[in-house]
């Protein structure tokens, strides 16, 4: 009851801004607390949706990374299927070498990584 008083005198109050006395009005309350309902208690409410088109557009950047990858890896199959690419693809990325051959491998200062403690 103490609450409907203090409203009823503030109604009543001939200095009140009419801003406030809009708020005051019972409609306005309850479409107020709609949407801070709708806004953000809701279990369909903007911060879940929001936070659902974030992971939505996360996925489709996935999606688009990886169906460049998928037709980078195609490409790569296409170019594999001649014997002479896959010999030259088995001894440059896993150094695999016939049985009369010998490989040395190349190594250059600044391919090398260095240890902290020859520094």
Known sequence: MKLKQYFQKLKNKPVLIPIFAIFLNKYVLIILLFIVWMLFFDTNSWLIHRELDEE????????????????????????????????????????????????????YEDSVPKNKKDD
């Open 56 to 107: 939505i557009q996360e996925l489709e950047d996935n999606k688009e990374y990886y169906m460049k990858e998928i037709v980078k890896d195609q490409k790569d199959i296409k170019v594999l299927k001649d014997s002479s690419e896959l010999e030259k693809f088995a001894r440059e990325e896993y150094f695999m070498k016939r049985d009369n051959e010998e490989i040395y491998i190349i190594e």
